[in-house]
């Protein structure tokens, strides 16, 4: 069975940082772009940062300078580091995995919580 799994969301300050993981089974990681995607309460998902199987790497405006995706091939992985989170970052965070391109997604994640609050 193929599956995406992600791990790593809790409840945080404004300022604080998580890291998450996207960790893949029944398939390897290394030749896919995965992107995290995210949904806010009310509103569409959007693509928050994707790394290509080259290993582009590229972010929304939204979070540039303070989210950073990263692979770990041995244990098939991909991290979203998220420093200096604000309020307008909570939602449900998804990886996805694509064998074409960055922006779709062939395999998904069931999705792990994010929210800032203080």
């Known amino acids: 069975q193929l599956q995406l799994v992600e791990s790593g969301g809790g409840l945080v300050q404004p300022g604080g940082s998580l890291r998450l993981s996207c960790t893949a089974s029944?398939?390897?990681?290394?030749?896919?772009?995965i992107m995290w995607f995210r949904q806010a309460p009310g509103k569409e998902r959007e693509g928050v940062s994707c790394?290509?199987?080259?290993?582009?790497?590229s972010n929304v405006d939204s979070v540039k300078g303070r989210f950073t995706i990263s692979r770990d091939n041995a244990k098939n992985t991909v991290i979203l580091q998220m420093n200096s989170l604000k309020p307008e970052d909570t939602g449900v965070y998804y990886c996805?995995?694509?064998?074409?391109?960055?922006?779709?997604?062939?395999?998904w994640g069931q999705g792990t919580q994010v929210t800032v609050s203080s």
């Open positions: 996805g995995a694509s064998v074409e391109m960055c922006g779709m997604a062939d395999y």
């Open positions: 029944g398939f390897t990681l290394d030749n896919y772009h």
């Open positions: 790394i290509s199987s080259g290993g582009a790497t």
